[in-house]
């Protein structure tokens, strides 16, 4: 079966740095697109970020642009979002994603889901 591990989430300071990371298994890691999309409390699921297979595009929403970063490491079947300069809103759950084919930002159509990693900044 697939699965997919998020780890790295904890509780940081606004202004902090944190990297979450995912853990793929039961799939070809370098065929799929991986997705990252947080859901904080009371509000629906959001895109956070994607990455090409190979890692060579990428794409964020505008509310985490220029503070996170996604990159993937074929070779260990894991993705990781970095991310810098957090707020308070920043705080949800964190859950990464596969699909065979890219979705657009405002799609959480993807065929594979993390059990997600709970990320927490106060002010």
């Known amino acids: 079966q697939v699965q997919l591990v998020e780890s790295g989430g904890g509780l940081v300071r606004a202004g902090g740095s944190l990297r979450l990371s995912c853990a793929a298994s039961?799939?070809?890691?370098?065929?799929?697109?991986m997705g990252w999309f947080r859901q904080a409390p009371g509000e629906e699921r959001e895109f956070v970020g994607r990455?090409?297979?190979?890692?060579?595009?990428?794409s964020y929403a505008d509310s985490v642009k220029g503070r996170f970063t996604i990159s993937r490491d074929n070779a260990k079947n894991t993705v990781y979002l970095h991310m810098n300069s957090l707020k308070p809103e920043d705080t949800a759950v964190y859950y990464c994603?596969?699909?065979?084919?890219?979705?657009?930002?405002?799609?959480?159509?993807?065929?594979?889901w993390g059990q997600g990693t709970q990320l927490a900044v106060s002010s």
């Open positions: 994603a596969a699909d065979l084919n890219i979705r657009g930002s405002g799609s959480t159509s993807y065929a594979y």
């Open positions: 039961g799939l070809t890691f370098s065929r799929y697109y």
């Open positions: 990455i090409s297979y190979r890692g060579s595009s990428t």
